[in-house]
Nanobody, 118 residues
Framework: QVQLVESGGGLVQAGVSLRLSCAAS????????MAWYRQAPGKQRELVAT???????NYADSVKGRFTISRDNVKTTVYLQMNSLNLEDTAVYYC????????????WGQGTQVTVSS
């Protein structure tokens, strides 16, 4: 069983940067999509960014130009560089790795809190 462990969250002031990391323990078979989601208090979980095994990325409109997702396939780690943080970025951030073809898998991290203060 693969476990995803996030790190890097914390309490920061608006305007600063933060980098989240998510390391997978165990082997991830085949190609997959790694992603970051977030869930703010009282809101549904939303997709923040995705990256495929060959490096193609997509971002939510709310973070385009501020956040950058990257991955290290050797270390099976995904990162989220967050710049120019604002109050609306406050949320619990979750990493996810998913493969839709055989062998299918869908793993989630436990979440890391990011709180942006004014």
């Amino acid at each position: 069983q693969v476990q995803l462990v996030e790190s890097g969250g914390g309490l920061v002031q608006a305007g600063v940067s933060l980098r989240l990391s998510c390391a997978a323990s165990g082997r991830l078979v085949g190609t997959n999509v790694m992603a970051w989601y977030r869930q703010a208090p009282g809101k549904q979980r939303e997709l923040v960014a995705t990256i495929t095994s060959d490096g193609n990325t997509n971002y939510a409109d709310s973070v385009k130009g501020r956040f950058t997702i990257s991955r290290d396939n050797v270390k099976t780690t995904v990162y989220l560089q967050m710049n120019s943080l604002n109050l609306e970025d406050t949320a619990v951030y979750y990493c996810n790795v998913k493969r839709r073809s055989f062998p299918k898998y869908d793993y989630w991290g436990q979440g890391t809190q990011v709180t942006v203060s004014s």
